[in-house]
């Protein structure tokens, strides 16, 4: 799962890939649409992301959180700072695997 912050131009973007690989793009949307597609919440809770459902539900609703915010908040829930690909977004909210998983 990807995540996009909310920018001057755009709400807050969510993409799931259905894959390793970024182009295994399983679809993209904005928060309130993830709310309403059942799929998406599925992968949330198999992704062990449940926590992250009320902050959705806040994006939804109108509410934005900075990179420093999101950063913040998922390293209090695991521990661990995001991969980022940039200092405004594109976070993945999962690891990659390491070489040891991959053999």
């Keep these: 799962m990807v995540f996009v912050p909310a920018s001057g131009v755009t709400g807050p973007r969510f993409g799931f890939a259905d894959g390793f690989f970024p182009h295994d793009c399983g679809g993209s949307c904005g928060p309130a649409e993830l709310l309403r597609r059942p799929a ?41 700072e995001m991969e980022a690909s940039s200092g405004t977004g594109h976070f993945r909210f999962m690891d990659r695997p390491n070489e040891n998983e991959i053999a």
């Design 40 to 80: 998406y919440l599925q992968m949330l809770q198999q992704f062990e992301l449940a926590w992250f459902i009320p902050y959705v539900e806040r994006m939804a609703a109108g509410e934005n959180f900075t990179a420093d915010e999101l950063q913040s908040i998922y390293f209090k829930h695991t521990g661990r």
